[in-house]
């Protein structure tokens, strides 16, 4: 076997291992890095309502992928998001819709968001561990990173069109002017402190 053959199977072995820790650990997998502009963004692993497992190379387009963290406290803030996956396909962006509701419903929540017109992968952090790695305070925040993972924006998302102009402006240019847009509204709020298990 050539090294690059040998490279190439324990990188997809590492992958595999990755989703079966995600999956152990209540559907959470995150690379341990930080969220920075212009650094690679943290890659994840988490489920979606169907319990499957989706990963950041399963989701993002030729151009990118869009991440944007919701919970089911938005109601009004939905409408504008809707349009957002066709026109972010339009231009080879993928994105995810990550829900970092304390004690979801998955089934019920699944339900809001779809009657609120979200289309694409809903994921669920139900641990806030990938909110925790990009350090998501407030929703809805939107992050965009390149076809090579690099994080180019942040920002809220409650009217997309500052997010979209930063995307037309990194195709046209790859550079953004502006990497952080608006402040979400509603506070994402601390996860309560966690009981120990009995012995």
Known sequence: MTPARCVSRSRRACAALALLAGWLCGGAQVDDVRATLGQPAPGFALKDHAETIRAWDQSAGPEGLV??????????????????????????????????????????????YRAGG????????????????????AVPTAFFADAKQRLR??????????????????????????PTGATASVPVRPLPPQKPRPR
């Open 153 to 178: 924006y942040r920002g809220g998302v409650a009217d997309p069109a500052g997010l979209q102009t930063a995307l037309e402006q990194w195709q046209r240019d790859r550079s953004i002017t502006s």
């Open 67 to 112: 991440l944007v963290f919701l919970t089911t406290r938005l109601a009004d803030e939905l409408a504008p998001l809707a349009a957002l996956p066709a026109w972010l396909e339009s231009r080879g962006i993928g994105i995810v819709w990550v829900d970092v509701t304390y004690k979801v419903d998955v089934g019920a929540a699944e339900s809001f």
């Open 118 to 137: 979200l289309r694409g992968p809903i994921l669920y952090d139900r641990r806030r561990w990938i909110a925790a790695a990009y350090e998501v305070t």
